[in-house]
């Protein structure tokens, strides 16, 4: 059974910072892994999504890594903006029929 | 082009009530998603339809959960009867077709259901 851990819980920094989110799951054996972003009381918004075969992701400021061998993804978002405050999530899809395993987020806190 | 419509936004209902919500995903997309997200965690995958057949609903708890998508394009989920732990978000979401792993999902804005 796969499941997806994201540490830290919940994390602050100030404008401008850049910043590393983390994601690891235990079965390596992925379709595909990605990254949403959900704002309070909305839906999920996605922000990246790699490939079982890719090891990277580029969109603006963000940036994913993929690491199968080690289970492990990173979310990386430069010269952080108050607007980039939310919850960001990573869910990982299976072989067959794609269901996605979500982790339990990071809540991102951007200080002006 | 339109998103994922879910309505109602919000519910609240007594325990033992009955309780349905309702998805409309985006056209053309052939496979539909509900999830159910309890506060502080991530989204649990409930049930997956690919046109009108179910994919996945292993995580359904079927004593109490029902869903179903007529003709391949909107859903209901239903709940009967509720029980406290059924207080969450249920989001549904969709994506154009199962094996395509370039397709993401595209999530609706979700209905929080509160049982009292």
């Known amino acids: 059974k796969q499941e997806v851990t994201q540490i830290p819980a919940a994390l602050s920094v100030p404008e401008g910072e850049n910043l590393v989110l983390n994601c690891s799951f235990t079965?390596?054996?992925?379709?595909?892994l990605q990254w949403f972003r959900q704002d309070p009381g909305k839906g999920l918004t996605s922000l990246l999504l790699?490939?079982?075969?890719?090891r990277e992701q580029t969109s603006g400021r963000l940036n994913a890594s993929l690491d199968k061998s080690s289970g492990r993804s990173t979310l990386y978002i430069a010269a952080s903006q108050p607007g980039d405050s939310a919850t960001y999530l990573c869910?990982?899809?299976?072989?067959?029929?794609?269901?996605?395993?979500f982790g339990t987020g990071t809540r991102l806190t951007i200080i002006p | 082009e339109a998103g994922v419509a879910q309505s109602p936004r919000y519910k609240i209902i007594e325990k033992r009530q009955s309780v349905a919500f309702w998805c409309n995903p985006i056209?053309?997309?052939?496979?539909l998603y509900w999830y159910q997200q309890i506060l502080g965690q991530g989204p649990k995958l409930l049930i997956q339809?690919?046109?009108?057949?179910?994919?996945?609903d292993s995580q359904l708890p079927k004593d109490r959960f029902s869903a179903e998508r007529l003709k391949g394009v909107d859903s209901t989920l239903k709940i009967q009867p509720a029980k406290l732990e059924d207080s969450a978000v249920y989001l549904c979401?969709?994506?154009?077709?199962?094996?395509?792993?370039?397709?993401?999902?595209?999530f609706g804005p979700g209905t929080r259901l509160t049982v009292l």
């Open positions: 339809f690919q046109n009108n057949g179910v994919v996945d």
């Open positions: 056209s053309g997309h052939a496979t």
């Open positions: 790699i490939q079982s075969s890719q």
């Open positions: 079965d390596s054996a992925i379709y595909n």
């Open positions: 869910a990982v899809a299976s072989w067959g029929n794609e269901k996605l395993t």
């Open positions: 979401a969709s994506s154009l077709e199962l094996g395509r792993s370039t397709d993401t999902q595209y």
